[in-house]
Each structure stands twice: as C-alpha cells, then as structure tokens.
C-alpha cells in the first residue's frame, strides 16, 4: 500500500511539474480575453480534455502508435519543437500566428492542450513512467493532475487579476522566451538522437 501511495505522488509530482499549468495561466487568460465566462470554461476543459486524451493514449498504446505510424521520438520531437518555438514566438512579440477568423477562442483550449500541456516531454514521462510501474499508478496521477491543471485554467482570469495586468504581461511575455528557449532544446534533442538511416 505505502509503495503504490508513494509510486502515485512520484507520478504526479513528475507528470504535473512537466505539465507545469501556471505557465499556461497568463496564455491562456490573454487567448480568452474578453470572452463569455462560459466560453473561457469551456475552453479549459478542451485544453484538459486534449492534453488528456493525448496522455492517456500514449499510456495504453506507448510506442504501437509510432510504430504504425512509422515514427520516432526524435521526429515527434522536433515537430513538437517547432509548434513551441511559434508559440514563444507569438507570446514574446504579441502576434498571432494561424489565427482563423471565425475560429481564435477555440484555438485556445487545442493550443493550450498541445503542445504547451502535453508536449513531447510529458509524452515522454507518460511513457518511462508507465514502463517503470504499469498502467494503474500513472493512470491514477494522470487523472489527479489533469483535474488540478482544468481548475487551475477555470480560475485562469482570477488568478491573472490576482497577479494583475503589468504583472501578467511581463509574465506573459519572459514565459514566451523560456517557452522558445525549451521549444529550441526540444528539437535539438531530437536532431542529435534523430537516426540518419
């Protein structure tokens, strides 16, 4: 019992730290700026919703998906990379980057929901920790963290007001470099282990 308690925390803490939802906090406040507050809870739960779906494939089908696919990590990596580095590019300058016109708020939830939630890194983790102890203990921890990560979002606008609008948009606009910088260290990762053959 005291190892699949403490096998559950060490999932948790691993999956939430790299989910790392305070960052996504002053994004996706400024994604959802100005809308209903039905629309912005909305979007939290498509954000957890697809960082969810992602995790919990990646659990039960680890590597069967690349392989179908005829994929790597490396690949994945990279791609991941690049939407990252966009997505520190766009909250750094203040652009939008593929924005359709009719369709920006929902953009928020899939953006938010990967790659920044669920990215190459936390697909990583889901993998070795379900290689370390199974399916149940990373199941269980991915559903505490994803739980914590949609109040977290669903209070997104308070917690923006509680830090304020200087604040959030400093924040907002550091986090968009060390988001381009982690995008970076991403794809080069991936182009050293990327295979040549």
């Not at 370390?132 to 209070?155: C, D, E, K, M, N």
């Not at 924040?171 to 990327?194: D, E, F, P």
Request: with cysteine; charged share 10%.
């Amino acid at each position: 019992m005291q190892d699949l308690l403490s096998g559950i925390l060490y999932s948790f803490a691993a999956i939430f730290i790299i989910l790392d939802p305070i960052l996504s906090v002053p994004i996706f406040a400024g994604m959802v700026k100005g809308k209903e507050p039905r629309e912005i809870h909305k979007q939290a739960l498509i954000a957890v919703a697809v960082a969810g779906g992602l995790m919990y494939l990646f659990l039960f089908f680890n590597t069967m998906i690349f392989d179908i696919l005829g994929l790597n990590m490396p690949s994945f990596q990279i791609a991941g990379g690049i939407l990252l580095f966009i997505l520190g590019m766009q909250m750094t300058l203040g652009i939008d980057i593929g924005k359709c016109k009719d369709h920006s708020t929902t953009a928020a939830g899939v953006v938010i929901g990967t790659p920044l939630l669920c990215g190459p890194g936390t697909i990583t983790t889901v993998m070795l920790l379900s290689s370390s102890y199974g399916i149940l203990i990373p199941l269980i921890a991915i559903t505490a963290a994803l739980l914590v990560t949609w109040a977290i979002l669903y209070y997104a606008e308070n917690i923006q007001r509680l830090l304020g609008e200087v604040v959030t948009d400093i924040m907002g606009k550091v986090l968009g470099m060390l988001v381009a910088a982690i995008a970076v260290k991403i794809i080069a990762s991936g182009v050293m282990t990327l295979p040549l053959h």
